[in-house]
């Protein structure tokens, strides 16, 4: 099974201290993440509303996929979210905490805040 990482997903988790790579990992995922959500990263670390705790959980999730060697690829669209949900609705799942994309694929991964890990959600 393939997941790909939303933006917003990968930095929560960082700042919560989840190892999503090998959470992902040992679900059985093949975790890949899109270069746009790479690019989204990299203009979200160059704004001024960006907080410094979020600045620094991006460079800790450069560094994390980067020593994991996770696999990039591209969307071919110049919406993320629209990438993201043409994808999902391919069967693959998405890593994701946005409401939108989330009512719009059927396979998902999400953080589960009791546990302070990931689930699986299927609709």
């Known amino acids: 099974m393939e997941v790909l990482l939303d933006t917003n ?4 988790c960082v700042m919560k201290r ?4 090998d959470e992902l990992g040992g679900m059985g995922f093949r975790t890949k993440v899109p270069r746009e959500v790479l690019e989204e990263m990299k203009d ?5 509303k960006t907080s410094h705790a979020e600045r620094q959980a991006i460079d800790v999730a450069f560094s994390m996929l980067e020593v994991a060697k996770v696999k ?3 969307l071919g669209t110049w919406n993320v979210d629209e990438g ?5 609705r391919e069967g693959i799942y998405i890593a ?3 409401r939108g994309i989330k009512i719009e694929i059927p396979n998902k991964v999400v953080i589960d805040s009791a546990r302070n890990g990931l ?3 299927r609709s």
């Open 96 to 98: 994701t905490l946005d």
């Open 84 to 88: 993201l949900i043409k994808k999902g």
């Open 119 to 121: 689930k699986v959600e």
């Open 44 to 48: 979200l670390k160059k704004e001024r």
């Open 72 to 74: 990039k690829m591209k």
């Open 18 to 21: 989840i190892d999503f790579i």
């Open 9 to 12: 997903f990968i930095i929560s």
